[in-house]
């Protein structure tokens, strides 16, 4: 019978605790949780480099399947153990699987991500819903997105709820912070912004070709883009919807527009 991890101590738990609760932790100590039995699997297939702790419930131990405990055993992890009734107080889910990992935050090149000869991004002003975020994320992953970048009222991409709406695509796309897209432009990017309505923006089906270096720009759904943001476009869209519909979420806008404009033949 293999032998269980030694137990998570108290201050350990306080600092899990911690790195799930507060963004400032999260960011000093360049670490976030993931919780769940699928998205620990796949981060041990794909990322254990970046895995730093994993934390497993009594119960968990004793019904884990052998393929999971063999991956588990075979990380050159630090691995702890703690009784169930301790674990659900960890956890932020509303019913635990049993473990979890503390895994090291990705660092990205934004010199090198921009220096590429294409580039296809997305830029996200105020977006401060965490499953929009998330769902963004994912898209934009799944896409081959350059990179994302989001202003600092976003919500964090760390945080525990956008985490688990990328699905495990997090250490895959790179994200950066952004006060504005002023800087995306001195690097030679060109925004397309995209609108609800307004006057002088036309229908994204209307565009037939992208810029080499293109940033969508997307708001929130309250309140849009700044105006700062879309009198720094170089284009502004729309996306032709029903009359029924009023408007879309944002995180569909994306996934609508990113598609679209991934497909165009690439201008200067």
Not at 231 to 253: K, M
Request: proline share 5%.
């Amino acid at each position: 019978m293999t032998p269980s991890p030694p137990l998570l101590t108290r201050s350990q738990r306080e600092h899990i605790r911690d790195l799930l609760r507060d963004k400032h932790v999260r960011t000093r100590e360049r670490a976030f949780v993931v919780e769940g039995a699928h998205a620990v699997r796949d981060l041990l297939t794909r990322h254990p480099e970046q895995i730093l702790t994993i934390v497993t419930a009594s119960g968990y131990l004793e019904k884990e399947k052998r393929n999971d405990r063999l991956l588990r055993l075979t990380a050159s992890t630090q691995q702890y153990s703690c009784p169930d009734i301790q674990f659900s107080k960890l956890s932020d889910l509303d019913t635990p699987q049993g473990i979890l990992a503390v895994v090291r935050q990705p660092t990205w090149d934004e010199e090198e991500v921009l220096g590429q000869p294409s580039v296809l991004g997305i830029f996200g002003e105020q977006l401060q819903d965490p499953a929009n975020v998330g769902a963004i994320i994912r898209t934009a992953a799944a896409l081959n997105v350059s990179a994302l970048w989001l202003t600092p009222e976003s919500a964090d991409v760390f945080h525990p709820k956008v985490v688990r709406a990328t699905s495990g695509v997090l250490l895959v796309l790179p994200i950066f912070a952004a006060k504005d897209v002023s800087g995306l432009i001195r690097q030679g990017c060109q925004i397309f912004a995209a609108e609800t309505a307004g006057k002088g923006a036309g229908s994204i089906d209307e565009i037939h070709q992208a810029p080499r270096k293109l940033v969508l720009a997307f708001g929130n759904e309250s309140c849009g883009l700044s105006v700062q943001t879309i009198d720094q476009a170089a284009s502004r869209f729309t996306i032709p919807l029903n009359r029924s519909v009023e408007s879309l979420n944002v995180a569909a806008s994306v996934a609508i527009a990113t598609f679209f404009f991934s497909r165009l033949s690439k201008g200067t």
